[in-house]
Every structure is written in C-alpha cells, then in structure tokens.
C-alpha cells in the first residue's frame, strides 16, 4: 500500500539532495522487541528461515509516541508501566507494551490481520480461503482483495467502512450495523484480554486513532463490564472526550490519547540523522 510511493520519495531526494543524510523510519521497528513466542507462527520451520514470514506488526509509531505521551501524563516512568493501546481507525492494531517494551501486537505479517477494520476482516479461519476460492473460482489476487478492500465493518454491515455511518446506520434500527459494531468492539476486548494474561495484569489502557479519539460509544462497548479488571468508564468524562476517562475509584487508567505519528517520525530521524548532519551546512 505505502511502499511503492515511499521508494519514490527516497529515490528523487537522493537524486536532488544527494549529500543530506536519508533515514527511514518503519512502522514495524517498535515491534522488533517481541520475543519468539509473540512473532513465530505455527508453521513449518523454513517459512520463517527462509522466508522471513513471522509477526513484523504495524503502527509502532503511533503506539510508540501514545504510550510515551501517557507515561508523560501520569508522571511516571514507561519502564513502570504495563499498558495496552488500542490505534482505532480504518486500520486497527492493539499493542500490549510492558516496561516500555512492544510485547505483543495484533497485526501480523500483514496490515490484514489481527481484530476487525473498517474493510479488513482481521483473523479469520484460514480454511475459508481455498473454500470460497473452490467454490466461487476466485484467484489469490479476488482472494486478498475480499480480505482487505471487502470485509471488516463495510462487509458486515453493508453500509460502509466509516465507523460513524455504521454508527448511524445502527440508531436507526439496522440490524447488521449493529452487528458489526458488536463484532467490531468484540475482537478488540478479546484481544486486550489476552495481553492482560500475558502481561500479568494491566496499569493502563490507551485509545487512539480516529476511532479511539472520537468516538465514546466505541470506548465504552470494550470497556464494558469490565469491573472485575479495576477498570471502568465514567460516561460524562468519556462523552467529552477527557483525557482521562476511567471512574475515580477505578484501579486501571483509561485514557484518550490524540495520536501525532509525524511528530513521533521527525524525533526519530533528528535523534538517527542530527549526528551526521555535523559539518554541513546549508547554501544561503
């Protein structure tokens, strides 16, 4: 999706700025900390040896500058900090960071997989695959294309890929609009479930991306009855968009973080590129 025009913007600076230093940030490099268990799949060995397909994960920016931001707010140190940050938007990831390390993340291999988005289907049983290819002639390209451009919120509720119309669509009665909102909020706490598992508990949970900042019915729909976690919603703060919008007795932060991925991008590549930069100047 992305690379083909970010080649073409690495070639033409290098061909007309051909002395700056060039620094490429990827969206996968935060997740590099995942240990073997979080990032091999079950499959024959040399899949992986050879072919380098395990879980890369994506939105390391956005979960890596949100994560710093909430430490920030709290006053305490990342390294402290057992959290969980839900990038919500027509792509969707959840990443579980545990002393300010990515420990696990919901996309794999691909953008495609991990909870429901707005025209992906995320995980599903791998089986359907050469099912609907055999019995409706579909080649791998219609195959990848179903998964990623036709599925998510868009294939369930028939209506479109965009949280609010689904939203909309669902005060008015449609059935299948509020099934993809349920389906939608269902993957996400499924999720954020095993991650507090595999954390050993949980200090905070983040919302971002455009969902996760803008709308208040998808935060309460994952935080649903979820008391039993120290983890509950104050409707008024959620409503207004608090930053912090967890009750005041509630023992796991819930907070609402505007995500800044270009903000995050320029850090890194002064904090690569500024060593290189001395001794050059720039012409008048």
Known sequence: LH????????????????????????DTAFH????????????????????????????GTS??????VLAEKLGVPLSALRVICCHLGNGSSICAIKNGRSVNTSMGFTPQSGVM??????????SILPWIAQRE????QQLN??????????????????YRDVEQAANTGNRQAKLALTLFAERIRATIGSYIMQMGGLDALVFTGGIGENSARARSAVCHNLQFLGLAVDEEKNQRNATFIQTENALVKVA???????????????????????????PA
């Open 256 to 282: 609402v973080i505007n995500t800044n991925e270009e903000l995050m991008i320029a850090q890194d590549v002064m904090r690569i590129a500024l060593p290189a930069t001395e001794g050059l100047c720039v």
């Open 63 to 68: 979960h890596k500058y949100v994560s710093g």
């Open 32 to 59: 590099q900390t995942l240990d073997e268990p979080a990032y091999i799949y079950p499959l024959p060995w040399h899949y992986y040896a050879e072919l380098g397909i395990r879980r890369y994960g994506f939105h």
């Open 145 to 162: 294309q179903l998964l990623n451009n036709e599925s998510g919120l868009l294939g369930v509720s028939g209506v479109s890929s965009d």
């Open 137 to 140: 002639s579909k080649t791998p």
């Open 117 to 126: 988005m707005g025209t992906r289907s995320g995980d599903i049983d791998p």
């Open 3 to 26: 690379n083909p025009v970010n080649a073409l913007g690495i070639h033409v600076f290098r061909q007309l700025l051909p002395d700056a230093p060039s620094v490429a940030v990827f």
